[in-house]
């Protein structure tokens, strides 16, 4: 096999998403993580502070709006580090909740829990799509003047849409997931 083929077989695009997955596997199936998240209150704590990433930005995007005048680089600053401690809580929620895994690597249990809290993603962020058109609609519909999103709340819409639809899977699991049985391997050792 010539050196060509050799790089062409490594970097293919079936190869890396293999070895995607066998990584995320390792780090969702790392009895650390299992003990660490085993733990319902854990997660439902995990979940709350989501929640309140969420609506933290929500409201911090909306006043900035309101209140252009001053402090853009804070708030932007402070946008992105919420961002940044959401994606980090939401990817931990993943691995707590095995929806990182790739479908192949779950049981069946596990794969209907990760099909039911998909769906149930989608449909919590319908309503959230469907309340904030009926938010825009109904006065644009029922007034004699001629009324107009506000453009104040073009980036804590897009902030609450965005967060919601890409948290909702994990936090459904890690907020309705009983307490994980640690194998006695797994459990961590107490002297």
Partial sequence: MSAVSRFIDEFRPSQIKRDIDDVTRYHSENPKVRARWASRSRRRAAVLLVGALILGGTV????????????????????????????????????????????????????????????????????????????????????YDAVSFPGELTWPLLWLIVMVHTSAPSVYLAWTQPDEILDDEDEPLRG
């Fill in 60 to 143: 911090l995007l909306g006043w900035q709006s309101q209140d252009s005048g001053r402090g853009g680089l804070a708030v932007a600053l402070t946008v992105v580090v919420l961002m940044i401690v959401f994606v980090w809580l939401v990817t931990q929620l993943g691995m707590a909740t095995r929806l990182s895994m790739s479908y192949q690597h779950l049981d069946e249990r596990q794969r209907i829990e990760r099909d039911r809290s998909t769906r149930i993603g989608h449909h919590v962020t319908a309503a959230v799509l469907v309340t904030a058109l009926l938010l825009v609609m109904v006065p644009n519909v029922f007034s």
